[in-house]
């Protein structure tokens, strides 16, 4: 892959993303509704703190409390990766796309590129964000609150924004495999969601895999209380980012050898 023609390929993606709308209107979106979840997730968390029972007390983590805006902020992120593909299939500029760069490989890594750039840094932000306001919500009301250098803190807050960051490359996946953005938000949903709520149905051999699942394994990065169930939170982390790989990869496989 010659250096200058993908820088050329990188300068093109990062034009298109900052010139659609809708990555702006995602992205303002994404820190409106992450910010209100984990306002309300703290805001009212002293009169649940002060009759809370003695085994909730010992669980009690405000760092995960004011991370909790992941929940809905995964799958605003997961839009804008989707929509990084899937608005070239609406409107037909993925042909123009290949004219100008027809090496698939080259484009789709461009695309991949850029948004892990924007996703990685929209993360990172949002995640600061969130902890800082929720633990300023909790020392309003005179309850236990965490700082960044309180053990597992900065890992927990860094790691969110990471998760994030893999969130929204899962879903460039779908978009580049699916390539219609309703399909592709609907497989999201069900990943991040369907399938943890219906573990119980499933197999023996899957439930392994749910310990490298977002909101399951994965999600045990966001707290600093240990998880019995989920010792080790950077190796679920690492897991599910394996498992993003692996749908990146047959993206790859897809784009390449179809027509468009």
Partial sequence: MSPARFGHALHAEWVKLRSLQSTWYTLACLFAVGLGVAAMATG?????????SAAELLAWDPTARSLTAYLVAQLVIGVLGTLVVTSEYATGLVRTSLVVTPRRHRLLAAK???????AVVAGQVLMFATFLLGQALLAAQDVPHAELGGPGVLSAVVGGGLYLAAIALFAIGLGTILRATAGAITTLVGVVFLVPALA???PAWFQGLLDFWPTQGAAAVFATVPNPAYPHPWLNLGGMCLGVAAVLGAAFVVFERRDV
């Fill in 44 to 52: 009212r968390a002293g009169d649940e703190y002060r009759s809370a």
């Fill in 112 to 118: 991949v590129v850029v948004t892990t750039a924007v």
């Fill in 200 to 202: 119980g149905l499933f």
